[in-house]
């Protein structure tokens, strides 16, 4: 049984019920871990038990139907906060504004700490507007006074505040410095759940100031099951297709659910068992697919994709050839079935494919021309395979 239906992340609860228990609970936290691996559901899991007024705190158990839990659910709770990218009006980063709100709020505030932290209201003001902030209008000044100004306050219904900052690593670095001072002395009671994928674009003095918590990335089983539990697919097989493509992450494996990416995979394992002979086919299906995206950072992440499935059918061939029990859908099994029948070389063949892939990954985060990277990878595989005496099969 996973804790509140959110799967994957037993140990992760079992920290916090813990802590709760013996009323040692830190304040501030980092979640980190992949995208697309429940991070953000768990925090807000975590908000409602700590919320509930009907079953304590640190049993961890949110009823699910008092007030506080609704409106948890609803996004309602006055002292749930939860901040997070304006995606929806085309921002890319969390900015000061939302930390600490604009010029107006500030004059009108009375709060020490709020007055330190928009000493200089003119830069707020510019970082507002140039975020499509309408200070004129009173966007931010009558509507937002920012994450830190509402943590101060005293809980309008519950015993403590709690912040929610979802993508945490892409905050602009004068919004992260402004969250410093709340996160060194956070207001009495306070939680504050910073959630991140990469700790790369955490500034250190976050990072030092906050409680790691790390989240694993899920199994292919975990996240078929959660396919199959969520509805979003109808059949087994479907889902275990998705899973396979998705690397741990549900809001991939969501995100393939009719799309290209498994219209591709359907294309590399028909291409698979023949590709020794025709490489330049396969070379053309990867190319066509990576360069679809304008941008060089989605034609990486098409890249990554493709280097997955394949890597995907070499780790099922390598486990089936040395009889590691595995489980495949029907497509990734026949193409294992036929490449196996026809693999002349031992394991250090398949081994060697393996090892080649993931090269062609190394490059390409080494900023490698694609063309060339792929061009050169698929070349590579069809000649460890000839080499290995790989038989053609006659399809
Ligand atoms: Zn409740």
Redesign the pocket.
């Known amino acids: 049984m996973s804790w509140q239906g959110i799967v994957g992340h037993d140990k992760q609860a079992d920290f916090f019920r813990c802590n709760l228990e013996q009323g040692r609970l830190g304040s501030s936290f980092l979640f980190l871990g992949s995208s697309g691996i429940g991070k953000r559901k768990f925090a807000l899991k975590l908000a409602?038990a700590l919320?509930?007024?009907?079953?304590d705190a640190a049993q961890l158990q949110?009823?699910?139907?008092?007030?506080?839990?609704?409106q948890v659910l609803a996004d309602t709770h006055p002292d749930l906060h939860l901040i997070g990218v304006d995606r929806a009006h085309g921002k890319r980063s969390i900015i000061k504004a939302q930390l600490v709100g604009g010029k107006k709020s500030s004059t009108h505030e009375s709060s020490q700490n709020l007055e330190q932290q928009t000493a200089q209201p003119a830069v707020a003001d510019t970082t507002a507007m140039a975020a499509g902030f309408d200070i004129q209008a009173g966007d931010l000044s009558t509507h937002y006074q920012g994450l830190c100004y509402q943590l101060n306050l005293k809980p309008a219904q519950a015993s403590r505040q709690i912040a929610i900052i979802d993508d945490a690593d892409c905050m602009q670095d004068e919004a992260a410095n402004a969250l410093l001072k709340t996160l060194e002395e956070p207001p009495v009671g306070s939680i504050l759940m910073l959630i991140a994928s990469n700790p790369q674009k955490i500034l250190p003095t976050i990072h030092s100031r906050c409680q790691t918590i790390l989240f694993q990335t899920l199994a292919d089983e975990q996240v078929k099951h959660v396919l199959l539990d969520s509805g979003a697919v109808e059949t087994e097989d479907q889902a275990r297709v998705l899973a396979s493509l998705a690397g741990g992450s549900v809001e991939i494996a969501l995100g393939a659910v009719d799309g290209k990416l498994v219209e591709l995979r359907q294309e590399v394992c028909d291409l698979l068992p023949v590709f020794a002979q025709q490489p330049q086919r396969l070379a053309a299906v990867v190319e066509s697919y990576v360069s679809a995206p304008k941008d060089s950072p989605a034609q990486r992440q098409c890249f990554q994709q493709v280097a997955d499935v394949i890597l995907r059918v070499f780790h099922l061939m390598l486990m089936q050839r040395t009889g590691v029990e595995c489980s495949a859908d029907q497509i990734a099994q026949l193409t294992v079935t036929t490449m196996l029948q026809n693999w002349k070389g031992d394991e250090e063949t398949i081994i060697a494919c393996i090892d080649r892939t993931l090269d062609a990954v190394t490059q390409l985060n080494a900023n490698a021309n694609i063309k060339t990277l792929v061009d050169a990878w698929i070349d590579d595989l069809a000649q460890i395979q000839i080499c290995g005496g790989y038989m053609i099969p006659e399809l």
């Open positions: 409602q919320f509930c007024q009907q079953n949110p009823c699910g139907d008092c007030p506080a839990c609704r």
